[in-house]
């Protein structure tokens, strides 16, 4: 993975490279409609089969779902179970919708914490999906970036004790290595829905030069118009990296 944050596509390129997406707006979905917040969630998986099927079509490199947050295991009980139980289902029912469009299933997060009922067919699901060659489908499970980032900070402190790396040699590369999204591109896009502006421990450090979208549509109606609208909007962002209007004008190799 490249810590230099040049773009590698057009500033103009219509669809993002890699789209990360915090699905948010479950629970009040269903309260509006005086349904159990359960029945939010039930619709939010629908959703996801929309939006995965819109971003492999419309030629998505990677997308990213924050499924599960770390945090999200405080929630009641029964809650928590019936994720789990729709994680379960997803898996199982999605299972030749994924391999039979070469889609790569991974995931981030800490999976050793998920039920043993979905980590099987989940793990093997990915494991069966490792050599598709269509778009990357990560599912963050369990995940937050500021662990993940104390995950890498211990990994990389590791090697320094051990003699093998010594801390001058720490730069972007070796962090961004240590991550969970290792050798991925970073997300061009993170949507989030629900009217929520924050980024609730997603995709810390892989967000940095990323362009943030927020709408108001609660996860369980974001469809294909809501995605093209956003991809609308991220076309017309001027991703500069910190550069000048006139440096991201030029092409790459006249810049210095
Ligand atoms: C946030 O809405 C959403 C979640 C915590 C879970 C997201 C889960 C799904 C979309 C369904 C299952 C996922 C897969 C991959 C099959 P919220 O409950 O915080 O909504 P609220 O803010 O309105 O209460």
């Known amino acids: 993975m ?7 596509v057009s500033p103009l390129a219509q669809t993002p ?5 915090i699905m948010d707006g479950n629970g009040r979905w269903a309260l509006e409609r005086g349904l159990p917040r359960v029945e939010g969630h039930r619709q939010g998986a629908k959703a996801v089969n929309r939006v995965v099927t819109a971003c492999r079509e419309m030629g998505v490199e990677v997308l990213t779902l924050y ?9 009641p009980d029964q809650e928590v179970g019936l ?3 729709l994680l379960h289902d997803y898996v199982r029912q999605e299972r030749m919708e994924i391999l039979g469009n070469g889609i790569r299933l991974t995931t981030i997060g800490d999976t050793s914490r998920l039920p043993v009922f ?3 067919p989940l793990d093997a699901l990915v494991a069966e999906s490792a050599k598709n060659k269509g778009m990357r489908l990560v599912l963050a499970l ?10 890498a900070v211990k990994a990389i402190a590791r090697r320094v004790a051990s003699g093998e790396l010594i801390p001058e040699h720490v730069d972007q590369d070796t962090v961004a290595d240590a991550l969970h999204t290792s050798g991925w591109e970073d ?3 993170v949507i989030r829905t629900s009217g929520e502006l924050r980024l609730s421990n997603f995709l810390l450090w892989q967000s940095a030069y990323a362009e943030l979208y927020f709408t108001d549509t609660y996860w369980p109606d974001f469809d294909r118009e809501s995605l093209e609208a956003a991809f609308v909007q991220f076309a017309k962002r001027k991703r500069r990296f910190g550069l000048t209007d006139q440096q991201v004008a030029e092409p790459l190799e006249q810049r210095h």
């Open 118 to 120: 979905v980590r099987i």
């Open 17 to 21: 490279r890699h789209v990360a997406i």
């Open 2 to 8: 490249s810590a230099i944050p040049y773009p590698k």
């Open 142 to 151: 369990s995940y937050g970036g500021r662990e993940e980032l104390v995950d």
């Open 83 to 85: 994720l789990m139980q």
């Open 187 to 189: 997300p061009e896009l």
């Open 67 to 75: 499924a599960f947050s770390e945090q999200n295991w405080g929630r």
